[in-house]
């Protein structure tokens, strides 16, 4: 998923903390690194959209939903945006004014 790339990108440009998580993960396990990490916003695609709704229900997070092919079930209660319908950044826009500090961290993984 190439959306995978941006959004990685886009968080470490905004100073925000990328986590990326397993796709294998059950539930239990999404819901686990979820509570621990506790993100403001979830990127997930539609095949993953089941193991990790009912967290983002609870956690009352946004949703940013990609879906390659065909369409996902989007859950009842759960803040879901399209990433296709979200606005095209402007190419000439610079990045945000972020000073990263030695201390920050950039990403978590979860092993």
């Given at each position: 998923h190439p959306?995978?790339?941006?959004?990685?990108?886009?968080v470490q440009l905004a100073g925000l903390i990328a986590v990326p998580l397993n796709a294998w993960?059950?539930?239990?396990?999404?819901t686990y690194a979820l509570d621990d990490c506790e993100p403001g916003v979830l990127l997930v695609d539609g095949e993953r959209m089941d193991r990790v709704a009912g967290w983002a229900r609870r956690a009352g997070v946004r949703v940013v939903l990609f879906q390659r092919h065909g369409e996902a079930r989007l859950p009842?209660?759960?803040?879901?945006?399209?990433?296709?319908?979200l606005p095209a950044p402007d190419p000439l826009a610079a990045p945000p004014d972020v000073e990263p500090r030695p201390e920050d961290d950039a990403t978590i993984?979860?092993?």
């Open positions: 959306e995978w790339q941006i959004a990685f990108w886009a993960w059950t539930e239990d396990e999404f009842d209660g759960v803040r879901v945006e399209r990433y296709e319908d993984i979860y092993t």
